[in-house]
């Protein structure tokens, strides 16, 4: 059997104390809350070590994934991101006046605009990702590489809903 942790302890004494409620659902999303933690803390550790926060990150990982020339609309940034439009525009100044970011006009309407990641912040996601691969594999450390896929299949499976009712969908 495995270690009893303190989850197990607060299931333990809600069973006690709420006989008539069905605490289950807090075997699952109470460990996921609490990993959620941990994983915040590590995401802040590995950008830090590259003088980014972690929504800088989430911009700038975006536009990386996107591949050369490392280029998006800020629509297209805000539906990865989740944010809404004027916390999108605040955030693409913030990057800008930190040299992270550079705005065109978009070629194919002159209306629009383009975020084009600049050398710089291409270099720091990728040291960010590096240190955050790192901090990650250290929190998956106790599970094989089998456990690992099970359990991304099992949050997929969760996460499915709402990622397809998200306004990004």
């Known amino acids: 059997m495995t270690a009893r942790d303190e989850v197990d302890r607060i299931v333990e004494a809600w069973r006690r104390e709420r006989p008539e409620l069905d605490v289950e659902p807090l075997q699952v999303l109470s460990r996921v809350s609490r990993l959620a933690r941990h994983l915040d803390l590590a995401r802040k550790k590995a950008f830090a070590a590259s ?3 972690p929504w800088e990150f989430d911009v700038l990982s975006a536009l990386r ?3 050369a020339p490392y280029e998006l609309s800020p629509k297209a940034l805000l539906q990865q991101t989740l944010v809404s439009s004027g916390t999108m525009t605040n955030r693409i100044d913030r990057l800008t006046t930190r040299g992270l970011v ?7 309407d002159g209306r629009g ?3 084009r990641m600049s050398d710089e912040g291409r270099d720091r996601v990728d040291r960010a990702i590096d240190e955050l691969m790192v901090y990650e594999a250290a929190l998956l450390r106790r599970l094989s590489r089998a456990d690992q896929e099970r359990l991304a299949g099992l949050l ?3 996460a499915a809903d709402f990622d397809e ?4 969908a």
């Open 113 to 115: 605009i383009r975020v």
């Open 51 to 53: 003088d980014l926060e």
């Open 65 to 67: 994934r996107a591949g």
């Open 156 to 158: 997929r499976t969760l």
């Open 102 to 108: 550079e705005r065109h006009t978009d070629p194919n």
């Open 165 to 168: 009712s998200s306004p990004s």
